[in-house]
């Protein structure tokens, strides 16, 4: 079973996160929900609070299939100043790892040094990031390499279909695709 590590900051962007946990579960991937400290319960940009059930300091890239980092700018600026975060997404791309962000976090990617030369993310954070290769609206999701991206939180069930597609392939993409009616997709 793949699995996927998905760190939570406090701040995140809660329809970012929630899409793509609940998505790859309902792929049957195995979503490892992570804390960057021993915090449990993680509040999100609007509010919304989800129990984590691991810290990312436990966690070894050789565990995991993919990271896959939801968006909200302050939970994007706490994944980029964490040191364990950096960590793992160095690793992942040193191994060739899937790596996948949303939002505002492909800043956080580029801090790490692993976002690729195409890429998407919220069309603001594009001018902190200050990268050339910007894709902007020319589509929901952007692969490039072993990177995805995608640009907010409309964006966000296509997202999590995709990084589906990618783990579990087109029979299980197509299958939950028409089962949350993602015709859109």
């Known amino acids: 079973m793949s699995k996927v590590l998905v760190p939570l900051a406090k701040g995140f962007e809660e329809i970012e996160a929630v899409s793509i946990i609940d ?5 049957e991937i195995d979503v490892m929900v992570a804390s960057l ?4 319960l993680v509040q999100g940009a609007n509010g919304i609070t989800i129990q984590t059930d691991f810290q990312v300091k436990d966690i070894s890239a050789n565990e995991l299939d993919m990271i896959v980092l ?5 939970g994007t600026h706490a994944l980029a100043d964490d040191a364990n975060v950096q960590r793992l997404l160095q690793e992942m791309d040193a191994k060739g790892k899937n790596i996948a962000a949303i939002c505002a ?13 195409k890429y998407t993310c919220y069309p603001s954070v594009e001018e902190e990031i200050q990268k050339e290769g910007y894709q902007g609206e020319e589509a929901m999701v952007v692969e490039d390499a072993n990177v995805m991206t995608s640009r907010g939180p409309a964006t ?6 995709a990084i589906v597609k990618k783990l579990k392939g087109e029979a299980v993409y197509n299958t ?9 997709c």
């Open 37 to 40: 400290d021993n915090t449990v």
């Open 70 to 74: 939801p968006g909200g700018w302050d």
């Open 23 to 27: 998505v790859l579960r309902r792929g």
């Open 156 to 161: 966000a069930l296509c997202f999590a279909l």
């Open 105 to 117: 976090a492909p800043y956080a990617l580029n801090k790490a040094g692993v976002l690729k030369e």
């Open 176 to 184: 939950l695709k028409s089962g949350v009616l993602a015709s859109y």
